[in-house]
């Protein structure tokens, strides 16, 4: 439980003597693996409660810690998959937990587990499956909630799971538009698919649908792994393929109790592990609560209308944070209401909302906020954050730079360059022309005043020293 303490910094509530009171929070359900549950089930809930925050017994007992370099990252895992796939069936294997799954747990919003003995300073992030059924004048909003929690997990995450049953044409599809999105986030990630094979039960059957389904359908290979346990080595047995680039392991589970789980239950569950322990490379800080809603907020003038058309509000508008009052995520105007059925926002989301072809992704922004993005490079050291954008052929009164604590906005247009040409034929064109707008979320607070641009060579390099954290000690 190293991890806890450094994720529930970025939901801290100091009473009036300065004492934590974590026993504001209501509990998350005993019958599930969650430690913090963010009830992010409806974007339009932010008119009036927004988003209520659960913890578990666990977490409502733990104490904060000084945090170091080392000790405060860790790798963050985000588990993905359409409902009752056995997301939560998969958390209770890896984290050890002695829980019930099955139909009856239902995920909600973002849901965050970490593991009890199994992983140091690894944590995950589940997020409500899609599927579910819902009344059909909210599916608007369910649609757009669902697309954006995706987002949220693609950004928090290092490592991503997806978790699939029997293999279906819409797991294809999910898993499928999951790679796209991974390869277009511009962080590599790690990607592990974990065939739940629950009502699969022999031997030969289990063997049967994995030549299938994963070695045939995937055009994946067999392959080991070395594990050391102590005194003791054993080797574990998974599956590798590729697929636009981007290379997948394997694992496969199979129904609980029956003699191919004997099998394959154990040593899928210990591989992931070994790799999720092993990828040290890959760890970030883990104030996830705080970078999820500097997240969110770069997305939330984008999904709503404003008074004066989409996009031409103040970026304040629609801006969340933590209810000084409640433990409810909410408008940053309603931070300091106590009941919060009060004085209910108006809030309309988009007509223009873009998704992808599978419906998952929000492709947030329309015409007028430009239809696609230049790439960037995010970097972070001890005292500076620096962001590298790729903006060759931009004048510098064609591109303009908000910067503020917690994020960074770039608007521009790139003429289309055939138009400087006479009568030319296209035969290929994949140069972006015309208006972008990019948000870019920090992972931390930074100074705007000392931050420095430096143009070179099409780069745009921007340094932004991050933002000193004054700690006072209370007696």
Known sequence: MAALPFVLGGLAVAGGSGKLIWDKFKKVPPN????????????????????????????????????????????????????????????????????????????????????????????????????????????????????????????????????????????????????????????????????????VETVEDANKVIQKEVEQLFDSIKDKMKLQMGNQQSSVEFFRSENNGIKLRHFVLTKVGSPSAQIWNQQSIDGIMNILQGATNTRRNLNVIGEMINFINTKLPQIFITEKGEGEGSQQKFEVQLNAKKTNIVLSQRQELEDLSLNPVELTLSPNLAYDEAGYFIGIGSIDHGQWQPFYDLYETDDDIYVIIDLAGFKK???????????????????????????????HQKIPFGKFKLDIPLPAEIETVGTKLERDDGLYKIKCPKKKVIVVYLE
């Not at 730079?401 to 006479?422: F, H, N, P, Y």
């Open 397 to 427: 009164e064609n591109v303009k730079i908000k910067v503020m604590e917690k994020a960074i906005v770039l608007e521009g247009s790139r003429d289309d360059l055939k138009t400087k040409l006479q009568q030319s034929v296209v035969h």
């Open 32 to 199: 599930t693996p969650y430690d913090i549950v963010v009830r992010l089930n409806s974007l339009l809930a932010l008119k009036t409660s927004g988003w209520d925050i659960l913890l578990s017994e666990n977490a409502r007992s733990a104490s904060l810690q000084d945090s170091t370099a080392d000790n405060a990252r860790g790798l963050v895992v985000g588990v993905l998959g359409s409902y009752n796939r056995g997301k939560s069936f998969l958390l209770n294997l890896l984290c050890l937990s002695k829980l019930p799954s099955g139909n009856l747990i239902s995920t909600e919003g973002i849901s965050i587990t970490i593991p009890k003995k199994t992983g140091e300073n690894v944590i995950f992030i589940d997020t409500a499956g899609t599927d579910t059924a819902i009344p059909k004048d909210k599916l608007a909003d369910k649609k757009a909630t669902e697309a954006l929690l995706r987002e949220v997990a693609l950004h928090l995450s290092s490592f991503i799971i997806i978790v699939v049953n029997r293999l279906r044409a819409t797991d294809q599809t999910y898993i499928q538009q999951v790679l796209q999105h991974a390869k277009k986030s511009q962080q590599e990630k790690e990607i592990i698919i974990v065939h739940n094979l629950m009502d």
